[in-house]
């Protein structure tokens, strides 16, 4: 899914009116709107209650592996039009209020835990004495936006000078800038065509002119970001029985996928079979969404999307079966090597990591796991301390019984196999993410095992 990279030549100069805006919530999402932003010529106050993250990105660093944000937040705060701060009064006076917070999983269920998105709106509502436009970007169940204008109508001291927009997010870890900077679309769910001008103007100066932009009533805005997600996700849940039936059938699903891609209706992208999704977004989107329908009251027709999620998960299982066959003459209790933690390359981001959870799992069967990842070794040492972290993928390896690649960094699929034979103990690699050649692993002597390839678990 490469897009082409942003450049100065491919967006308007800035030039047209320049907005003071607030972002509240700077997370992957608020962090990069708020510098893309600054870098279109607006003036940008950054808002979180997280002061270690304010005052890392108010020194011009992200908290987090994100290509070419360290850049921008370093431009827009020597130009004195990007600024953080954990006081949410320096948003008061803004014309245009984005709402980033984060809507993770509810603890004890499937919806969306919306704490974050009342708690932000409630704070800033109470603020607004002059007409503004709150936007809100969040990923949140449908119907909320309704509620949230109800909400400042009645707490503002503006009141009917408030309005309220919603304009999903559809960034991607790890592309979140270029996704910012050249999106493949824009939503604009408004209820006036104030609010729509308003945000035609602001983003005039940040995407290309030639951005196609939805607009839409507040409720298909908010479903925007979640269709797509439960979309994808639906696709690579069934790549994976594919996978799984080439396995037995000792069909290559190499080829199939490059059949696949041929068919214009089916396109190129999100069609590789593995480990399966993970991450802030796709599962937490599937199931908030399918607890949403359940609400209002749709139940049967979302068994499917139980199904993506049961078959997704399915493949995390099927790997920690393998593994534990193949270390079946070790009693269970060898050395793994894990290579990539990430949920997926080019991010140190480790929420619900497929990888993460097989390596713990192998470790509370008996297994000795030892990990690397290019850049998230850091977060894994921080949610499974009993992982042993190893600096890089030949120490990883060292006296291996079993060396799994679960995140397909570059890195990986460049890793020379005959060097690496020589530090395991086992020449056995179990490849979940279709990185590797088998051919060229298995000339070096190693019995090869990819998921969804005919040979695994042979
Ligand atoms: C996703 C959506 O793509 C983005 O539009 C939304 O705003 C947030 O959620 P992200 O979570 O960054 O973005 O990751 P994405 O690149 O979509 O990958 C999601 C998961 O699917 C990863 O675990 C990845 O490894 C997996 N995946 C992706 C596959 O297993 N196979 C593929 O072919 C593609």
């Known amino acids: 899914m490469s897009r082409p990279a942003p450049s100065s030549t491919s967006r308007p100069q800035a030039g047209g009116r320049s907005f003071r805006v607030s972002v509240i919530g700077t997370g992957y999402l608020g962090a990069v709107h708020a510098a893309c932003l600054a870098a279109a010529g607006h003036r940008v106050v950054g808002i979180d209650t997280d002061a270690s993250r304010v005052s890392a990105l108010a020194g011009g660093r992200a908290p987090f592996h994100e290509p070419g944000l360290d850049d921008l937040l370093r431009t827009g705060i020597d130009s004195g039009r990007l600024s953080f701060s954990t006081d949410v009064d320096r948003a008061a006076d803004r014309d245009v209020h984005f709402l980033c917070v984060g809507t993770p999983q509810e603890p004890a269920g ?30 949140v169940p449908v119907g909320t936006a309704a509620r949230l204008a109800d909400v400042l109508g009645a707490t503002a001291p503006a009141a009917n000078g408030v309005r309220l927009a919603w304009n999903p997010e559809f960034l991607r870890e790890g592309h979140a800038v270029e996704d910012t900077l050249c999106p493949d679309r824009l939503v604009f769910g408004v209820t006036d065509e104030a609010s729509n001008l308003e945000l035609r103007e602001l983003y005039a100066s940040v995407v290309p002119r030639s951005t196609p932009v939805v607009r839409t009533d507040l409720a298909t805005a908010e479903l925007a970001k979640v269709a797509a997600n439960v979309m994808l996700a639906a696709r690579l849940s069934v790549m994976n029985v594919l996978a799984e039936v080439c396995e037995v059938a000792k069909a290559d699903v190499g080829d199939l996928i490059t059949v696949l891609a041929h068919d214009d209706r089916i396109g190129r992208d999100f069609l590789t079979p593995g480990l399966g999704f993970g991450g802030g977004c796709l599962p937490k989107d599937l199931r908030a969404f399918s607890a949403r329908a359940a609400e209002l009251g749709v139940v049967e027709p979302t068994r499917l999307l139980a199904e993506v999620d049961a078959v997704n998960l399915h493949q995390r299982s099927r790997l920690v079966d393998l593994a534990a066959r193949l270390l079946a003459r070790r009693e269970g209790r060898g050395t793994v090597a894990v290579l990539g933690t990430a949920f997926k390359p080019g991010s140190d981001d480790v929420r619900d990591s497929p990888a993460v959870d097989v390596a713990s799992r192998l470790q509370a069967l008996g297994a000795r796991v030892r990990y690397y990842d290019p850049k998230a070794g850091e977060s894994t040492a921080r949610v499974s301390p009993e992982l042993e972290r190893a ?51 298995r000339a070096a002597g190693w019995a090869f095992h990819g998921l969804g390839r005919g040979s695994a678990g042979a």
């Not at 919806?111 to 109470?126: E, F, H, I, K, N």
């Not at 291996?400 to 020449?427: G, I, K, M, N, S």
């Not at 056995?428 to 993410?433: F, P, S, T």
Request: hydrophobic share 45%; net charge negative; aromatic share 6%.
């Open 391 to 441: 600096d890089d993928a030949e120490l990883a390896c060292r006296g291996a019984d079993l060396t799994l690649v679960l995140t397909e960094w570059e890195e990986f699929r460049a890793l020379d196999p005959v060097a690496l034979a020589e530090v395991v103990a086992c020449r056995e690699v179990v490849d979940a993410r279709l990185a590797l050649d088998p051919d060229k692993w």
């Open 110 to 139: 499937d919806g969306a835990d919306l704490s974050y998105v009342w708690s932000a709106v409630r704070s800033l509502a109470r603020r607004l004495s002059r007409p503004c436009l709150v936007v809100g970007k969040s990923t």
